[in-house]
């Protein structure tokens, strides 16, 4: 496994145990996100981190599993797309999502930085 694709799973397996602490680390200042539970864009770690604070109390169980997983390296700078199948309670409720998902990472100091995750699911086929 390279070392972009360790890094997106080292921030999902935190995400996982719901380690904010560890996804910080994982995550530039300047970090942008979007996914299903949010519906918008998070702009820098402070929104980001308010919004997992946020999201923390209402989310548990979670268990995520990446597939389909590619990677480009540019230097400083990497491009990860894979397949999220993500199961989860949320407010109660168990959820199952199934999103392709981008993941731009950028090299500072000489450790991959996660500096853009959209995830946005899509519908169940019928």
Same mark, same amino acid.
């Given at each position: 496994?390279?070392?972009?694709?360790? =890094?997106?799973?080292?921030?999902? =397996?935190? *995400?996982?145990?719901?380690?904010?602490?560890?996804?910080?680390?994982?995550?530039?200042? /300047?970090?942008?996100?979007? /996914?299903?539970?949010?519906?918008?864009?998070?702009?820098?770690?402070?929104?980001?981190?308010?919004?997992?604070?946020?999201?923390?109390?209402?989310?548990?169980?979670?268990? #995520?599993?990446?597939?389909?997983?590619?990677?480009? /390296?540019?230097?400083?700078?990497?491009?990860?797309?894979?397949?999220?199948?993500?199961?989860?309670? *949320?407010?109660?409720?168990?959820?199952?999502? #199934?999103?392709? =998902? =981008?993941?731009?990472?950028?090299?500072?100091?000489?450790?991959?930085?996660?500096?853009?995750?959209?995830?946005?699911?899509?519908?169940?086929?019928?």
């Amino acid at each position: 496994m390279a070392e972009l694709e360790a =890094t997106v799973r080292r921030m999902m =397996t935190a *995400f996982d145990q719901k380690d904010w602490d560890t996804i910080r680390t994982l995550t530039t200042e /300047d970090a942008q996100g979007v /996914d299903e539970v949010s519906r918008r864009w998070l702009r820098g770690a402070k929104e980001i981190d308010a919004y997992y604070a946020e999201l923390s109390p209402l989310m548990g169980a979670i268990s #995520s599993e990446l597939n389909d997983v590619h990677e480009l /390296d540019w230097g400083d700078t990497g491009l990860v797309t894979c397949w999220l199948e993500q199961d989860y309670e *949320f407010d109660g409720r168990q959820q199952h999502v #199934s999103s392709p =998902t =981008t993941v731009v990472l950028r090299k500072a100091e000489d450790q991959w930085q996660i500096a853009l995750m959209h995830t946005i699911p899509l519908p169940e086929e019928e």
